[in-house]
């Protein structure tokens, strides 16, 4: 066990690495001088002179592998440098906003799950009934819909016809949940399928007949066995779910004015506030690869053939 | 007095017919053999013992008559309270019946419970119990494990034991030993014929091994593209073949002494959907006349119910007399 979370230690310290160099060489080689965007951003006339200032402040004229480690050291340290326009440290600007969409993203993967591990069970459960046709159109309709206009729709329902719910919000839950339905229907359109393959495929498995055999109603084969085995790759499809959730929030953020990550990036990317702009995908990059690692230690509670192994060192 | 009664059972996978108008009986504690090559339907019909045909296949004509009443006209529910209890079945992947994720002992419980009210510690009480009289050195130990710390012989023991937790009147076993080691396969069959004489169960195992086959069996029906060519006792037909396809199996069979070596049944045999009027192993039979093809061939009972679909068999019992 110890052994393992080593070993997906080192391959997560790799794939930053990596990402590191990509977001570095990204935003650096992008058109612009990084120096004149800081001056426009911060207000300033960028005059000839100052740009010249800056970009020896910012050490742009040192080599360019000399930058990226320079940088790298700052951020293995936890600085990502500081917004261009506020002068805040990204760090700051991340943590702040980071709840917010932490928060709009569980509530939006709740709302997924609740939709579609019901009905992707039942539509299994069902399958070629009329309940499995018509919940799986609806849920390819659901899948292509624009989380915006589902947005759009719930708000024109729920905020100005009823007014239920309020049009926006500062982060309060009543104001959550137009935005956090959006996300969540939507995406549950495509795991509502998804489960449902999941599960067809293990139907008739050699495990599933020798359970019908042995005279269990197909409900308890269903629950207790099928569900049971299938559990490993729908968990695993659903963790990488809430990892998209996490990055696919700009849209319905603005809409909202929620004050998350996605909001906040949208608006680095308007001024091209480059250092948020790293930061951010560092930072993404780093909760993915999180949230792969707690997918891959939980294999273990799920799947006694590797729990067994880990167990026995092996 | 006979358990299982099957009559004139035709079995179809949409409009294509696979197994064709089978018969036999079968006794109490008895264990019947059904050989053939592979895709001649023997899966299929043993699946629809238990109401459990592969997907799409469908019980066309004749009985399947248990206990005075025909399965065949049973709904699901009636049939899964059968299935397990009274009927078994038991399959070819070692093991392959048992949920790789769950442990052996709640497998037992379950399945135990799913027939018979009890406490979750008396069925597992149960479970150690046939275990125990199985012979399983460590019985609380598998109680605990998961398949797969298994060896495959002992999934397949394990398997059978699950099987026989209800202690069924009638185990259907599907080439349960054709996946194991020659080793283990003997190992296997010999519980099977120990659980026999324990709890007088009845067997009906399908192998495409003729002698293993004559060595468990009582009976042995031979089957070819759905239909029992031959069948009878296995004495009977491990010593005096009538039909041509089980000569030319038991042929096949490599012979150490002999120095035989496997030589199969020569020949490609009909597909199902272009059988003949007549004998569906024409084209293969060595013994055979050209009318074969087209001459549908007759079913002959002997007195004692040795059953042979031949139109040589008149023949072929007088060339032998000649000889004698
Ligand atoms: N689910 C199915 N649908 C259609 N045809 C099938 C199905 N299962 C088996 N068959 C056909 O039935 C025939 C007999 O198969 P099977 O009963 O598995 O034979 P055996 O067990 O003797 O090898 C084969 O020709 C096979 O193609
Ligand atoms: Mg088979």
């Given at each position: 066990?110890?052994?393992?979370?080593?070993?997906?230690?080192?391959?997560?310290?790799?794939?930053?690495?990596?990402?590191?160099?990509?977001?570095?060489?990204?935003?650096?080689?992008?058109?612009?001088?990084?120096?004149?965007?800081?001056?426009?951003?911060?207000?300033?006339?960028?005059?000839?002179?100052?740009?010249?200032?800056?970009?020896?402040?910012?050490?742009?004229?040192?080599?360019?592998?000399?930058?990226?480690?320079?940088?790298?050291?700052?951020?293995?340290?936890?600085?990502?440098?500081?917004?261009?326009?506020?002068?805040?440290?990204?760090?700051?600007?991340?943590?702040?906003?980071?709840?917010?969409?932490?928060?709009?993203?569980?509530?939006?993967?709740?709302?997924?799950?609740?939709?579609?591990?019901?009905?992707?069970?039942?539509?299994?459960?069902?399958?070629?009934?009329?309940?499995?046709?018509?919940?799986?159109?609806?849920?390819?309709?659901?899948?292509?819909?624009?989380?915006?206009?589902?947005?759009?729709?719930?708000?024109?329902?729920?905020?100005?016809?009823?007014?239920?719910?309020?049009?926006?919000?500062?982060?309060?839950?009543?104001?959550?949940?137009?935005?956090?339905?959006?996300?969540?229907?939507?995406?549950?359109?495509?795991?509502?399928?998804?489960?449902?393959?999941?599960?067809?495929?293990?139907?008739?498995?050699?495990?599933?007949?020798?359970?019908?055999?042995?005279?269990?109603?197909?409900?308890?084969?269903?629950?207790?066995?099928?569900?049971?085995?299938?559990?490993?790759?729908?968990?695993?499809?659903?963790?990488?779910?809430?990892?998209?959730?996490?990055?696919?929030?700009?849209?319905?953020?603005?809409?909202?004015?929620?004050?998350?990550?996605?909001?906040?990036?949208?608006?680095?990317?308007?001024?091209?506030?480059?250092?948020?702009?790293?930061?951010?995908?560092?930072?993404?990059?780093?909760?993915?690869?999180?949230?792969?690692?707690?997918?891959?230690?939980?294999?273990?509670?799920?799947?006694?053939?590797?729990?067994?192994?880990?167990?026995?060192?092996? | 007095?006979?358990?299982?009664?099957?009559?004139?059972?035709?079995?179809?996978?949409?409009?294509?017919?696979?197994?064709?108008?089978v018969?036999f009986?079968?006794?109490?504690?008895e264990i019947l053999a059904i050989v053939g090559e592979s895709g001649s339907g023997k899966s299929?019909l043993l699946?629809?013992?238990?109401?459990?045909?592969?997907?799409?296949?469908?019980?066309?004509?004749?009985?399947?008559?248990?206990?005075?009443?025909?399965?065949?006209?049973?709904?699901?529910?009636?049939?899964?309270?059968?299935?397990?209890?009274?009927?078994?079945?038991i399959f070819q992947?070692p093991?392959?019946?048992?949920?790789?994720?769950?442990?052996?002992?709640?497998?037992?419980?379950?399945?135990?419970?799913?027939?018979?009210?009890?406490?979750?510690?008396?069925?597992?009480?149960?479970?150690?119990?046939?275990?125990?009289?199985?012979?399983?050195?460590?019985?609380?130990?598998?109680?605990?494990?998961?398949?797969?710390?298994?060896?495959g012989g002992?999934?397949q023991?394990?398997?059978?034991?699950?099987?026989?937790?209800?202690?069924?009147?009638?185990?259907l076993a599907d080439e349960p030993t054709s996946a194991l080691d020659a080793t283990v396969q003997k190992k296997v069959i010999d519980e099977m014929l120990?659980?026999r004489?324990?709890?007088?169960?009845?067997i009906i195992i399908v192998t495409h091994n003729i002698c293993l086959a004559s060595y468990i069996a009582d009976k042995v029906g031979v089957m070819y593209l759905g239909q029992f060519l031959e069948f009878g006792t296995a004495e009977e037909i491990l010593l005096s073949p009538q039909h041509p396809y089980t000569r030319a199996l038991l042929d096949s069979v490599p012979d150490l002494s002999q120095k035989k070596t496997l030589t199969g049944i020569e020949g490609q045999r009909y597909?199902?959907?272009?059988?003949?009027?007549?004998c569906s192993f024409s084209n293969r039979c060595k013994e055979g006349?050209?009318?074969c093809?087209?001459?549908?061939?007759?079913?002959?009972?002997?007195?004692?119910?040795h059953v042979c679909i031949c139109?040589q068999l008149?023949?072929h019992r007088?060339d032998r007399?000649?000889k004698k």
């Amino acid at each position: 066990m110890k052994r393992l979370i080593l070993k997906r230690l080192l391959q997560l310290g790799i794939i930053l690495l990596s990402v590191s160099v990509a977001v570095f060489l990204l935003v650096n080689l992008a058109p612009g001088d990084p120096a004149y965007i800081k001056l426009s951003a911060q207000g300033e006339t960028p005059t000839n002179e100052r740009v010249e200032e800056e970009r020896i402040a910012m050490g742009l004229d040192q080599p360019l592998h000399i930058q990226y480690f320079s940088w790298l050291g700052q951020v293995i340290q936890g600085d990502f440098g500081s917004s261009y326009r506020t002068d805040q440290p990204v760090i700051n600007t991340l943590l702040k906003s980071f709840p917010y969409t932490l928060v709009l993203a569980l509530a939006a993967f709740i709302v997924m799950l609740l939709i579609s591990v019901p009905l992707g069970v039942l539509t299994a459960v069902k399958k070629n009934s009329l309940a499995d046709y018509f919940i799986r159109v609806l849920s390819f309709f659901s899948a292509s819909l624009p989380e915006f206009w589902l947005a759009l729709i719930l708000l024109y329902l729920f905020a100005l016809q009823l007014k239920w719910l309020p049009v926006m919000g500062k982060g309060e839950l009543k104001s959550m949940i137009i935005p956090a339905f959006s996300l969540g229907v939507v995406l549950s359109g495509k795991y509502i399928r998804q489960i449902r393959t999941a599960l067809l495929e293990e139907l008739d498995a050699d495990y599933a007949l020798g359970a019908r055999t042995r005279g269990l109603t197909e409900k308890t084969v269903m629950y207790a066995h099928i569900m049971r085995n299938a559990s490993i790759s729908i968990l695993t499809m659903l963790a990488m779910s809430f990892g998209a959730l996490l990055g696919g929030t700009a849209v319905i953020e603005n809409m909202f004015m929620w004050p998350g990550m996605g909001r906040m990036i949208v608006e680095a990317i308007t001024w091209r506030d480059i250092p948020v702009i790293q930061g951010f995908a560092l930072f993404m990059a780093g909760v993915y690869c999180l949230i792969n690692l707690m997918v891959d230690l939980s294999y273990g509670l799920l799947d006694p053939r590797i729990k067994i192994r880990k167990e026995s060192g092996q | 007095m006979s358990i299982l009664e099957v009559c004139d059972l035709s079995i179809g996978y949409g409009k294509q017919r696979i197994v064709r108008n089978v018969s036999f009986t079968l006794k109490k504690g008895e264990i019947l053999a059904i050989v053939g090559e592979s895709g001649s339907g023997k899966s299929t019909l043993l699946r629809a013992l238990i109401g459990k045909t592969p997907g799409g296949g469908q019980v066309n004509k004749g009985e399947i008559i248990y206990e005075n009443q025909d399965l065949t006209s049973l709904n699901q529910t009636q049939l899964r309270k059968i299935r397990g209890k009274s009927i078994a079945m038991i399959f070819q992947s070692p093991g392959g019946t048992l949920n790789p994720v769950r442990k052996i002992g709640s497998q037992f419980i379950e399945a135990i419970r799913t027939h018979i009210e009890i406490t979750k510690a008396e069925a597992y009480h149960k479970a150690l119990e046939i275990l125990t009289k199985l012979h399983f050195k460590n019985a609380t130990q598998i109680m605990e494990a998961y398949p797969f710390q298994l060896s495959g012989g002992m999934k397949q023991r394990v398997a059978i034991a699950l099987a026989l937790a209800l202690e069924p009147d009638i185990l259907l076993a599907d080439e349960p030993t054709s996946a194991l080691d020659a080793t283990v396969q003997k190992k296997v069959i010999d519980e099977m014929l120990e659980l026999r004489k324990h709890f007088n169960t009845a067997i009906i195992i399908v192998t495409h091994n003729i002698c293993l086959a004559s060595y468990i069996a009582d009976k042995v029906g031979v089957m070819y593209l759905g239909q029992f060519l031959e069948f009878g006792t296995a004495e009977e037909i491990l010593l005096s073949p009538q039909h041509p396809y089980t000569r030319a199996l038991l042929d096949s069979v490599p012979d150490l002494s002999q120095k035989k070596t496997l030589t199969g049944i020569e020949g490609q045999r009909y597909g199902f959907h272009e059988l003949p009027s007549g004998c569906s192993f024409s084209n293969r039979c060595k013994e055979g006349g050209v009318s074969c093809k087209d001459l549908v061939p007759p079913k002959t009972v002997s007195d004692h119910g040795h059953v042979c679909i031949c139109n040589q068999l008149m023949n072929h019992r007088q060339d032998r007399n000649a000889k004698k």
